[in-house]
């Protein structure tokens, strides 16, 4: 197991990412959104350090994606008030006719007009998003409305490392850990993807030995059939030329060899 590797199951243990670089928690990141469907260039998470332990808490964006996503709906089944506190019980199910019910909770005690409202709708959309969590399985998480809500003893005001991840650091872990893919097209309009330009070459090389040592096709038809692999694969032996010219060189030397000896 690698570095990074134990370092994230160590996270997933004790609930705390400060063990990780600025660099892995936006692995991290990107993983956790990767593996619920949802888009981690909206921003769906946050950190947060509670408890003393840094962790992520769903931003709306989160919640938002999740109930598009499983199309989930929702119905609040009851709203009271018992001793200044606001109650809103929620129940919804998702598009495979999975249930659940939740809850959001508001003080509204000496609250009147405009107040009232704003508190009454913050306990209905925190209702709202504790079901979405719970119904995709992510009950684990907080939602932003209870980060706002929490103590601010329960909240570490040391340094937590680097907070919301950008858009241009998210689009670069993505890039990264997603290299990108070179597509040598064979014979017959097959395709071979290769991770690198490299094992490309070595590909097209053992293609233009199968073609070349063909005992069925005569110089002139083997001729053309590695000049037409050249032309269809012309965009892909161009990046080949422009980044590893010796390689290219060596492939079409051996070609013209072919051809003219």
Do not use: W
């Amino acid at each position: 197991m690698n570095e990074l590797a134990n370092q994230l199951q160590q996270v997933i243990l004790k609930g705390d990412l400060r063990t990780l670089s600025d660099q892995d928690k936006l692995i991290y990141y990107k993983n956790v959104c990767e593996s619920i469907g949802i888009n981690p260039l909206t921003k769906p998470f946050d950190y947060i350090v509670l408890n003393n332990k840094q962790t992520l808490y769903a931003t709306k964006n989160c919640t938002d994606q999740l109930r598009s996503l499983h199309k989930i709906s929702i119905t609040i089944k009851e709203q009271k008030i018992d001793n200044g506190l606001l109650t809103v019980i929620v129940e919804g199910s998702d598009r495979s006719g999975r249930q659940d019910a939740d809850m959001g909770f508001a003080n509204v005690q000496g609250l009147r007009g405009e107040a009232l409202g704003n508190a009454m709708l913050k306990a209905v959309t925190k209702a709202k998003r504790r079901l979405t969590l719970s119904i995709c399985g992510l009950g684990g998480f907080l939602d932003e409305t209870e980060v706002e809500d929490l103590p601010q003893r329960a909240v570490s005001k040391q340094k937590q490392g680097k907070m919301t991840p950008s858009t241009q650091d998210i689009l670069k872990v993505i890039d990264e850990s997603n290299p990108p893919v070179y597509t040598l097209v064979l014979p017959g309009d097959k395709e071979k993807h290769h991770d690198s330009l490299e094992t490309l070459a070595f590909t097209f090389n053992d293609l233009m030995l199968v073609i070349i040592n063909n005992p069925d096709k005569d110089k002139k038809e083997k001729v053309k059939t590695i000049e037409k692999a050249f032309k269809v694969n012309e965009k892909v032996m161009n990046q080949l030329k422009d980044s590893h010219k010796k390689t290219y060189d060596e492939l079409t030397t051996k070609f013209e060899n072919f051809k003219n000896g």
